[in-house]
């Protein structure tokens, strides 16, 4: 399990951070969403031990990553697929890492089969596509067969099989008991991958909660209704009668209305009272899209011109006032999206012990993101064909789980490296 604890880290008088609080637990896929330069990354580096807390703290399994015994066994995670050295074989990149990890070169096959590298594994990863770059990174992360996995935007540059792929494996490992904690834009393919979402923004938490009461608490269930095409005095004739008993319609593109307010069997017997005829009534969800773009459409940092927010939904009609969200009891206010924090009204989780935080003297700083862990640690998984996960593919056996690894003040396993003596003899490996 990871937990921070009121983990706040700031550059300056830049507050990346702010105060926040989390857990996140064994056994599921937890998505890790905010706007762009909300403080997931720095969330992540915090975690594995790459930037300091300015205040707060963080630990895996109870530990600060650095003081973790054999962390790079434990934890593995992807935050830069292009801390690579270009001119390493992907095959040579993995075994350097699995060597500092004290991991068995046949863990390095594994692992290429597993993200479908096998045959391109002596090819320099300079050559490779953005999105062989991630496997690669996926290989390096899952190369120590870790209980705890960090992915930065793993899908990014992913075809569909690709994303497939992704999705399955982190469904997989999390299947297998283990801690996987993932961040995305693709809210798509959050909502297929996650079951739990911890959302940040401006630093700070906005919500700790499963995909299915994010999605309830963050947008108002409504009804679609439908009148025949050709009649549309009946939709103005249907609308009148539905305001008229406190509901709220908007005309949505292809003619049908959004109708909140009321419910289903009441705006049928609104309907047959008009005397209206309907071609549909259904009932609908917000999708995770919508549902996080209310909720974090306040802490947008970086916003086209062109993007009036507004424009998210459509256009209200003259003189339609916006539909109001409510926020359900006890969470929040009329008017705000986000239910306010967890630690505002109190502490959400016990507090671990106030121990070292293992950090040393080198802390900080964006260095970090090239420096000694873009990658952690690793993975379990069986060989596979490219770019196909299947459901169930084995995991290492204990048997492999190899030798003692480096203590833990050792860099960690992703290190990119920066030597360039074996640059023209990788290709000929
Ligand atoms: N080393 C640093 N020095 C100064 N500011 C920094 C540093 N690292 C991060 N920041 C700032 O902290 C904020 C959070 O950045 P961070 O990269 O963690 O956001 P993010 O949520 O990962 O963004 P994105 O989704 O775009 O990757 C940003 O405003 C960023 O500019």
């Known amino acids: 399990m990871i937990e921070a604890v009121g983990l706040t880290k700031r550059y300056g008088a830049k507050t990346a951070v702010d105060d926040l609080s989390f857990r996140v637990r064994p056994g599921t896929v937890t998505g890790f969403l905010g706007p762009n330069g909300s403080g997931k990354s720095t969330t992540m580096r915090m975690i594995l031990g790459l930037d300091r807390p300015t205040a707060g703290h963080v630990t895996i399994g109870g530990y600060p990553y650095r003081k973790l015994p054999n962390a790079p066994r434990q934890v593995g995670a992807l935050l830069d697929a292009k801390a690579v050295h270009g001119g390493r074989s992907a095959r040579n990149h993995l075994l350097c890492l699995a060597q500092l990890s004290g991991i068995p070169e046949r863990r390095v096959d594994e692992v290429l089969g597993v993200v479908g590298l096998k045959d391109v594994a002596r090819k320099r990863s300079k050559g490779f596509s953005l999105g062989m770059g991630q496997r690669l990174g996926i290989a390096a992360a899952l190369l120590g067969d870790p209980q705890v996995l960090l992915f930065d935007e793993p899908v990014n540059g992913l075809d569909p099989e690709g994303i497939l792929w992704v999705r399955n494996l982190m469904k997989l490992l999390a299947s297998e008991g283990r801690t996987v904690f993932v961040s995305s834009h693709l809210m798509s393919e959050m909502a297929l991958t996650a079951e739990h979402l911890i959302v940040i923004g401006r630093g700070r938490l906005l919500a700790d909660m499963s995909v299915k009461d994010f999605i309830s608490h963050n947008s108002a269930d409504f009804a679609r209704v439908r009148v025949p095409a050709i009649e549309p005095q009946q939709r103005e004739k249907l609308t009148a009668a539905l305001t008229g008993a406190g509901g709220q319609v908007l005309p949505e593109a292809g003619g049908s209305l959004r109708v909140t307010g009321l419910s289903l069997p009441r705006i049928s017997d609104l309907a047959h009272e008009a005397d209206v005829r309907l071609w549909e009534l259904s009932p609908h969800q917000a999708s995770l899209e919508e549902a996080y773009m209310r909720m974090t459409q306040g ?131």
């Open 299 to 429: 802490v947008v940092d970086y916003r086209s011109t062109a993007d009036r927010r507004s424009g998210l939904q459509e256009p209200l009609p003259p003189g339609m006032q916006p539909l109001p969200v409510v926020p359900p009891a006890g969470q929040g206010q009329p008017g705000w999206y986000a239910p306010p924090p967890p630690q505002r009204g109190g502490t959400p989780f016990a507090m671990p012990r106030p121990a070292d935080d293992g950090y040393g003297q080198d802390g900080g700083g964006r260095a970090g993101r090239t420096g000694p862990a873009g990658y952690g640690a690793q993975g379990s998984v069986a060989p596979q064909a490219y770019g196909v996960q299947a459901p169930g593919a084995g995991r290492l056996e204990p048997s492999a789980a190899a030798p003692p690894a480096p203590p833990a003040s050792a860099p960690p396993a992703g290190a990119p490296a920066h030597d360039t003596t074996e640059r023209d003899s990788e290709d000929r490996r």
